[in-house]
Every structure is written in C-alpha cells, then in structure tokens.
C-alpha cells in the first residue's frame, strides 16, 4: 500500500497543530511511563545526520506490535527515519521495545485495532496514514 500523504494544509491538520502546542508540554514528560500508554517514545537515528532522536508519539498495540499515526503524513522525518532503517527502539508502557519491519497501512487496516473512542478521534483529527511496525522476535 503506498498511502497519500496528509502532510497538505487542512481543517483536521490546523486542529491537529493546534491540539498538539496545546498537549505536547504535558505528553512529552510522561510519553513511553507505565501508566500513560497512550503516548511511547520512539528512538530513531537520522538517516543523514547519523543524529540520535526521541519522539514522543501517540501509539496502540497491535497483537504482533504497534501501530502509530502519522497526522503530517509519511513525510514525517522520525517516520521515514525509521524506514529506512528498517526498525527503531521505542519505550512504551514503562518498558523497552525493538520493532521491525516498519509498513505504511492506510486507515481501514489500522482502524481496527483502535478503540472506539480514538476511532472517532482518528476522524476528527483526519488521519489516514499510519506507521506499523512488529516486535523482533
């Protein structure tokens, strides 16, 4: 599947910008601890800089690993970071993780593994692009 990307100017993108600024300074803080499994912390290298980066991420478990929305599309830098890397590291509930096999999935594939809840957030926020990716064995 090869998704379009999100990453053009929208209703859904302003508000996503703006939910962002708002909830970043309290999400950043408690990304990837015990009880806030909502948001992980993803460990990524840059693919030119060599730079090592954690970002903090919304996230939901999958049975084989984890899927993340990409509200900007993937376009996202730590997204096609990751990639092209072929898997990151990422802290999520308290714990440490390595995942693989990194795949773009488009909404219907990722929605079911959403709540019913974030599904309507999904809506709301127009996301359509999403990163999957597997835990190593």
Request: hydrophobic share 40%.
């Amino acid at each position: 599947m090869t998704p379009t990307t999100t990453s053009r100017a929208s209703g859904a993108g302003e508000l996503m910008r703006a939910f962002t600024r708002v909830t970043d300074p309290i999400t950043r803080p408690l990304a990837g601890r015990r009880f806030f499994k909502l948001w992980a912390v993803v460990h990524h290298v840059g693919r030119r800089s060599g730079t090592r980066y954690a970002t903090p991420v919304a996230i939901v478990t999958t049975p084989d690993g984890f899927i993340i929305p990409l509200p900007w599309g993937e376009r996202t830098q730590w997204a096609r970071n990751v990639l092209e890397a072929g898997g990151c590291e990422l802290r999520w509930g308290g714990a440490d993780y390595t995942v693989e096999e990194p795949e773009l999935v488009g909404r219907e594939q990722a929605e079911a593994f959403f709540g019913r809840f974030l599904r309507v957030g999904l809506g709301v926020f127009g996301m359509r692009v999403f990163l999957r990716v597997r835990l190593t064995r």
